[in-house]
């Protein structure tokens, strides 16, 4: 999958209203049920999307703008948020997905070409340009409409999508210190990757890309991936 945001914007659609359909089949006691996350219900779950939105919004006008607006005003407000919006109703918490969705959406279509190549300072608090913030607002949207545990499973994300976001842990862990070596295998790909530093007894991990991603991102068990060493899988490297 390309890092393109004009390329990704159509995929990020997509993927936005296949979140929207799952929002709309749940009901207020569903919503109050727990999602994947840990202390987070659906509700926590679906404000975190419209906040994240929001947030993006603000770095596509820091970059436009030239204006430091950074994508929370701090932790503490991001936490207060969620906290606030997670107990609505669901029409409530729909109309603000909707439209934080849309905001998001106007922002990016409004941008200059040479205002993607801004510095800003991402949610995580790493530097990068503005174009990164589509695939940032792509991730958050699949892998949370997964966290949702209301249908939409790691096997319903595109394959480019799990490809990129396989990478993209991979590549994270690397940067890692201290990280538990592994030997990826992905079916749909003719090489390894790899993590930390391997050796001949490093254990191998095969499986389908969507499973390996979800694994690697704490969003799977791992049910369908083989190992070379007997016993269950290792415990995979904490990510973000």
Known sequence: MTADPLVLLPELDRATDRLLRTAEALDDDALAGPSLLPGWTRGHVLTHLARNADSYVNLLTWARTGVRTPGYASAEQREAGIRAGALRPLAEQLADLRASCARFAEQAAQMPADAW??????NSGREAPAATTVWGRLREVEVHHVDLDAGYRPDDWPDAFSQHL??????????????????????????DLTIGQTEADT???????????????GRSSGVDLNATQQGPLPTPPAWI
């Open 203 to 217: 254990p191998a991990i095969a499986g389908p890309t969507f499973e390996l991603a979800a694994w690697l991102s």
């Open 166 to 191: 396989l990478r993209e842990v991979v590549s994270d862990l690397n940067a890692a210190a201290g990280v538990t070596p592994l030997v990826l295998r992905p079916t749909e790909l003719e090489h």
């Open 117 to 122: 190549g801004a510095i800003i300072e991402r």
